[in-house]
């Protein structure tokens, strides 16, 4: 498995290819700082290990709480005695100090606040610290206090971290505190351009694992190429998705797309339906007002023939009121025509009122023309009825011309006895050249009128 370095100048390799048989080691970290972020002991405490940390920074201090719960995380800072100091917070960076020389050379806003101080000695022992397996100290410019505040006897680290050059430079920084190791029994094994490592007299058989700087057989990668490539990872899952989906989603638009062909088909077709429709309804709807107009002229037609007959009533009448004028001057004749006459009045009256009916029924059929969309079997009925009308009209007007001059000839067609009867009575009013009445054996055949007869007829006719 690769192993992750979070350290800024991969510190935990080196003190991992020298620890890595420990279990469940100790730590101690001065300037703790971020839990992760440049972190030595972050790799240390993921494998199962525990530690003391020190930091002063309240928010640096609130991360180590939340990220290292097994961990004491001390908010203080470190040096030669116990008491308070004043503390110089760079936010946000790793250059905050309690040197005040070193702040006045740190760029950017700071934050000055007095802070608890402590030493070394006095932390482990209150805290009952044991074996400590390695000590790193990064305080920006404070170190030699630091180490002043330990005797190095009843805690011996086996290893010592110390930044050695000037805050956030490469000038070489340890000349004045390399002896307060040096003489207690430390020795020099390491140095990596930014921290100096020393090994206890009394582990310096781990001095082999600091012959050679980290390399590629330590089989470590950085934390921050770790994140990237889980990052890339998650990005290239992400960006896998993203292509599966959007190959659903290519199918899915090739599916609509087939789909907007079939419904566009569809629509093409129900709409060449919906034209044909319409096509059928412009037909339906010239043929319903041909329908219309076509009645219109039959009823027109039929109130013409109506006016006609009216007209052939009139004639009837006045030719009816001659022959009551006749009449008046035959009275005998008019006499036995009496009932006749009234009952062809009678028909005429009749004939008028089924006449007046029917120009009433004209004018309602013209006044309904305009609905007639919806009332065509309705119309249809009433043409059949006009036409019935009409025959009965025929019929009635058939029987009204037939009727009396039937009736007037129908005397002489009765009996010998009869007929000589009204012969002497019409004798005395008829002019010398009527005909004279016939007799019996000169009787007309079965439906024939006797010549005195259709005498009278012409006459009635001629008057």
């Not at 020795?187 to 050679?212: C, K, T």
């Not at 700087?213 to 190429?225: G, I, K, L, Q, T």
């Amino acid at each position: 498995m690769v192993f992750v370095s979070y350290a800024q100048n991969f510190e935990d390799v080196m003190l991992a290819r020298a620890l890595g048989t420990v279990e469940a080691g100790f730590y101690i970290d001065v300037g703790a700082q971020d839990p992760e972020e440049g972190s030595v002991t972050k790799h240390f405490y993921d494998q199962g290990w525990r530690g003391l940390n020190f930091e002063p920074s309240a928010h640096y201090h609130a991360q180590l709480e939340a990220a290292r719960p097994r961990d004491l995380n001390l908010r203080c800072a470190v040096g030669a005695s116990p008491g308070t100091v004043t503390f110089y917070e760079a936010e946000g960076t790793g250059l905050s100090t309690i040197i005040e020389s070193v702040s006045a050379g740190t760029p950017g806003p700071q934050v000055t606040r007095s802070v608890p101080l402590t030493t070394l000695d006095a932390a482990c022992a209150a805290y009952g610290v044991g074996t400590v397996h390695f000590l790193k100290i990064d305080v920006e410019g404070a170190e030699e206090l630091v180490l002043r505040g330990t005797r190095l006897e009843a805690v011996r680290p086996w290893i010592v971290v110390v930044e050695a050059t000037h805050p956030n430079s490469p000038e070489p920084y340890y000349s004045h505190w390399e002896p307060l190791l040096t003489e207690r029994g430390y020795r020099f094994v390491y140095a990596d351009g930014l921290n100096r490592f020393y090994l206890a007299e009394e582990h310096i058989g781990l001095a082999h694992h600091f012959e050679l700087p980290p390399n590629y057989f330590d089989d470590f990668a950085r934390a921050r190429e770790v994140r990237a490539e889980d990052n890339l990872a998650h990005h290239m899952d992400i960006i896998g998705q993203i292509d599966a989906d959007r190959t659903q989603l290519q199918a899915v638009l090739e599916e609509h797309a087939a789909r907007i062909i079939t419904l566009g088909g569809q629509l093409e077709e129900q709409q060449r339906e919906i034209q044909r429709l319409v096509d059928l309804l412009d037909t339906a709807s010239r043929r319903e007002q041909e329908t219309i107009a076509h009645h219109i002229r039959l009823i027109e037609e039929a109130a013409t023939r109506v006016a006609a007959q009216h007209d052939e009533i009139l004639r009837l009448q006045a030719s009816l009121a001659e022959s009551n004028d006749l009449a008046a001057t035959q009275r005998d004749v008019t006499t036995y025509l009496r009932i006749d006459l009234k009952n062809a009045e009678d028909r005429i009256n009749t004939i008028e009122t089924e006449a007046k009916h029917l120009k009433d029924r004209i004018n309602a059929f013209r006044s309904e023309a305009k609905s007639l969309h919806v009332q065509i079997a309705f119309r249809d009925n009433k043409i059949g009825w006009l036409t019935l009308d009409r025959e009965r009209f025929k019929a009635a007007h058939a029987t009204i011309v037939q009727s009396p001059i039937w009736r007037l000839t129908r005397p002489l067609q009765s009996k010998d006895a009869r007929a000589a009867t009204r012969a002497r009575a019409l004798g005395q009013l008829m002019p010398q050249d009527r005909p004279v009445l016939a007799t019996t054996s000169e009787a007309s055949q079965p439906g024939e009128l006797p010549e005195t007869a259709s005498w009278i007829q012409r006459r009635l006719w001629a008057a």
